[in-house]
């Protein structure tokens, strides 16, 4: 389970660096301007065609098709307390979701790792789908229901749990490439970053 675990470290912190190279290159990649608005005729006042802000829930969908992250936090294994250390990966399966009046999304997702216990340890995993609800260019909530679990070892009694798993939670976009996020359920409570692709 050692090393099992000291592999799990390396994969995310390997994650962690790729994701913070690819923020940066795409951070630093130019991007074309539009053309400066044309000089008005003398005597004319030239006005700046405003657009208002896109209502609450009623916006633009997300552009990425994609997304990987990190989540970790409290964890409840059976009644014992512990830390775990999440990867998740997800893909938007649903990009108009069910409700055509509000902006909403629903992505397929997996997320794995280990919980840390005092004195013995277990993986965790969750597949589900996540239904995600715009509310604006910065935040995002959402709500996922599916199958998830625990793997024990002999301290815990070697066991294979499967059970139904719902959560709620919201990101918040720092950048386009960027989000922190936050979940709450039964078996966890985390923090963590995403990173839409």
Do not use: C
Not at 41 to 47: D, F, M, N, Q
Not at 149 to 174: C, H, Q, Y
């Amino acid at each position: 389970m050692k090393r099992l675990f000291a592999k799990f470290v390396v994969l995310s912190l390997l994650l962690i660096v790729g994701a913070a190279v690819a923020s940066v290159v795409a951070e630093l990649t130019p991007v074309a301007h539009a053309a400066p608005p044309a000089t008005p005729a003398p005597g004319k006042v030239a006005h700046p065609s405003i657009e208002p802000a896109a209502e609450d829930w009623k916006g633009k969908g997300e552009d990425a098709q994609f997304g990987v992250g990190l989540l970790s936090g409290l964890a409840i294994v059976d009644s014992t307390a512990g830390f775990s250390i999440l990867v998740t990966g997800s893909h938007q399966a649903i990009p108009e979701g069910f409700i055509p009046d509000i902006n909403d999304a629903v992505w397929m997702e997996l997320t794995l790792g280990p919980t840390l216990l005092s004195g013995s340890n277990a993986f965790f995993y969750s597949t589900h789908l996540r239904w995600d609800f715009i509310k604006d260019a910065q935040w995002k909530f959402y709500t996922l229901a599916g199958l998830a679990g625990f793997i024990t070892d002999s301290e815990l009694g070697n066991s294979f749990e499967i059970f139904p798993r719902m959560a709620a939670g919201a990101f918040w976009k720092v950048s386009d490439v960027f989000h922190l996020r936050g979940e709450l359920s039964h078996e966890l409570i985390g923090v963590g970053v995403s990173f839409p692709l």
